[in-house]
């Protein structure tokens, strides 16, 4: 379990505190954080990570609080809308990549890869990944996630309602999955709904839906056509 306990965030280039006393946990199994646009969903994400510190309060999995656990011994994937990669490296190379840095020789990391690929429906390991279009490039962010064993998988506005979730989903067996969104269609399992940087809401996707549809977010303006003053 990963427990957030009276977390803050505020960046050191501001004076807003763009989380505030986030009070939650993320269970066993499949988990969904409810944001608005632009209001905080990448950076639990970055504070899972480890790529930012909390300004207050603690973050803690499996009861050891996350900064006193290496970023491999944490063992959390994240996984973005626009998955960053070497551009003009071969799909081969990107996919094997979090073999190389944890000095897999070249010949086992390339055979994992290959064996992923295949899996996944992956056939041409050769074309530099710049070539690849969005869908392309997800499928191979999810390649390169699966050839390293995950506790914890961070799904950060990756679905878009084209993908069949539940296989991506069952994909990993990270004993915790978690999908980040800003769209109610997406809640299942255990969900958690923030809103102007506070915990809103936990329990499960019934009521995240209730507590989503009395909030004022930019998404439910744009999905009903409306122009946000």
């Known amino acids: 379990m990963i427990v957030f306990d009276n977390v803050s965030l505020h960046y050191h280039y501001d004076e807003y505190t763009l989380l ?16 608005d646009v632009q ?29 006193r656990i290496t970023n491999e011994g944490l063992g959390i994937l994240y996984l973005s809308s626009a998955p960053a ?20 020789n070249k010949h086992a990391r390339n055979g994992i890869a290959a064996k992923v690929a295949d899996n996944l429906g992956i056939t041409d390991l050769s074309v530099k990944v710049k070539k690849l279009d969005a869908s392309e490039r997800k499928r191979i962010a999810l390649a390169r996630g699966l050839t390293v064993e995950r506790k914890a998988v961070l799904f950060d506005d990756f679905f878009d309602g ?68």
């Open 85 to 104: 990669f070497f551009e003009n490296r071969s799909v081969l190379y990107n996919i094997a990549y979090p073999l190389k840095v944890r000095k897999i």
């Open 20 to 35: 505030k006393n986030l009070t939650f946990s993320l269970n066993e199994g499949v988990n969904t954080v409810l944001c």
């Open 162 to 229: 084209t993908e069949n979730i539940e296989e991506i989903l069952n994909m990993f067996s990270a004993k915790i999955k978690v999908i980040f969104t800003s769209d109610i269609q997406f809640a299942q399992g255990h969900c958690v709904v923030l809103d102007g940087g506070n915990t809103e809401y936990t329990g499960n996707a019934e009521g995240a839906k209730k507590s989503v549809s009395s909030l004022e977010w930019l998404y439910n303006k744009l999905t009903n056509g409306q122009n946000d003053d």
């Open 39 to 67: 209001s905080g969903k990448s950076s639990v994400c970055k504070l899972l990570t480890k790529e930012v510190e909390p300004s207050g309060g603690t973050i803690t999995f499996d009861g050891i609080d996350i900064s």
